[in-house]
């Protein structure tokens, strides 16, 4: 047999609202704690990511065998500080700026044909390219196709002055 307690008056009531309270603070407590967890966990996936990011990223450059040009014990550097110039030992390290950043030797730049590839080609000052010889005219250093279009800028700013000094604005009669 079980026996029941009953408690009445206003003192049970009061029992009652204070058990209702406690529970309700038990709620918003673990509530509290639930919404802290997530807080820690979007935090710490935000730091992941970061540091995803900010990891150094290590390209290897890989060339196929027989190439003859470098072999798998040069490091980065001189890999891109050599002229293209088939078989072309110069070392662009102390080489001008320009020189470093077109891969190719003060000589073979001014040089009337170069082998690249096996093929005869002529250094481009305007595209800063290896082009055939087939698309140069003469000895000329720059391409035709580059030496039109700078030709044809040429001819429509000496049009443009001439139209200027023949009507000029500020003339009022």
């Known amino acids: 047999m079980a026996k029941t307690l009953s408690v009445g008056g206003e003192d049970g009531e009061e029992m009652g609202n204070k058990m209702e309270v406690e ?16 807080k820690v966990e979007e935090a710490e996936a935000v730091h992941e990511e970061e540091t995803r990011r900010k990891q150094k990223i290590t390209i290897k450059l890989v060339y196929g065998e027989g190439s003859g040009r470098w072999d798998s014990s040069s490091s980065y550097n001189s890999l891109f500080c050599c002229c293209q110039a088939d ?22 730049a001014k ?5 690249v590839s096996g093929d ?3 250094f481009c000052q305007q595209c800063s390219k290896f082009h055939e010889l087939a698309l140069f005219d003469d000895n000329k250093r720059s391409c035709r196709e580059r030496l039109a279009s700078h030709n ?22």
């Open 111 to 115: 040089a009337p044909v170069v082998l």
């Open 120 to 122: 005869r080609q002529r």
């Open 23 to 38: 529970e309700e603070n038990e709620k918003e407590e673990e509530e509290g704690e639930q919404e802290d967890e997530k």
């Open 152 to 173: 044809e800028r040429r001819r429509k700013a000496q049009a443009q002055d001439a139209n200027i000094q023949q009507h000029p604005q500020g003339d009022l009669n």
């Open 87 to 108: 078989e072309c030992l110069a070392n662009l390290q102390a080489a001008k700026r320009y020189n470093r950043r077109h891969k190719v030797c003060e000589r073979h």
